[in-house]
Structures are given as structure tokens and as C-alpha cells.
């Protein structure tokens, strides 16, 4: 879960729930990313970004008011 406040969507909280994805993504996905993208030569941080937006939909957002 995600605790969000509600008034607060700034650039900042969405930049910092991308990178907490990231990090989520790299540590779930990190070796199975690594070898597609040396079978299929694409870029590593292009595919983690990719995985981290997607990952996003599997939180559960919780908003304080």
C-alpha cells in the first residue's frame, strides 16, 4: 500500500513513486530484465521505466485527506 496525501501530486510525489517503482521493479524483475535485454540488445534503463509505470497500477493507493 501507498500512503499518499491528497493535496500533494506535485512532480515531486509522482517523481518519487516512479523511482520507488523502479527500485520494486529492479528487485522483483531484475535478472529476467537483464537477459531479455542482452537477447534482444535494448536498453536496460528504457525497459526498467517501461516495467516501473506498469508496476504502478499494481499498488493500492491509499489518500489522506
Request: proline fraction near 2%.
Amino acid at each position: 500500500m501507498v500512503y499518499l496525501n491528497f493535496t500533494d501530486l506535485s512532480e515531486e510525489a509522482q517523481n518519487r513513486l516512479l523511482e520507488n517503482s523502479k527500485k520494486d521493479v529492479e528487485r522483483k524483475f531484475g535478472e529476467s530484465l537483464r537477459k531479455y535485454i542482452k537477447e534482444n540488445h535494448t536498453c536496460f534503463e528504457t525497459m526498467v521505466e517501461e516495467e516501473a509505470i506498469r508496476n504502478l497500477y499494481s499498488y493500492t493507493f491509499i489518500f489522506n485527506p
